[in-house]
């Protein structure tokens, strides 16, 4: 059931209406489930891109640190 939740959002982050009650009819599930789940994962997608974003932030600032500190 996860999958194919997954595999949804992949092609469509953004379901209108008709998609969500088709899939919350295929899942068996209520409209409104289907509704706030991709509007959690939308959510946990954006803080793991922060994350990520950050963590290459941190990895330039500490090469940059390193190198000055050798000159």
Same mark, same amino acid.
């Given at each position: 059931? /996860? ?6 959002? +992949? ?7 008709? $998609?969500? *009650?088709? =899939?919350?009819?295929? /899942? ?6 289907? +509704? ?7 959510? $946990?997608? *954006?803080? =793991? ?23």
């Amino acid at each position: 059931m /996860l999958d194919d939740r997954c595999r949804f959002f +992949k092609e469509f982050p953004h379901p209108d209406d008709k $998609q969500r *009650k088709e =899939l919350s009819r295929e /899942l068996g599930l209520e409209p409104l489930q289907v +509704k706030f789940w991709f509007q959690n994962k939308r959510t $946990q997608m *954006k803080v =793991l891109e922060l994350i990520d974003s950050d963590h290459h932030i941190f990895a330039l600032h500490c090469t940059a640190c390193y190198v000055l500190a050798s000159c």
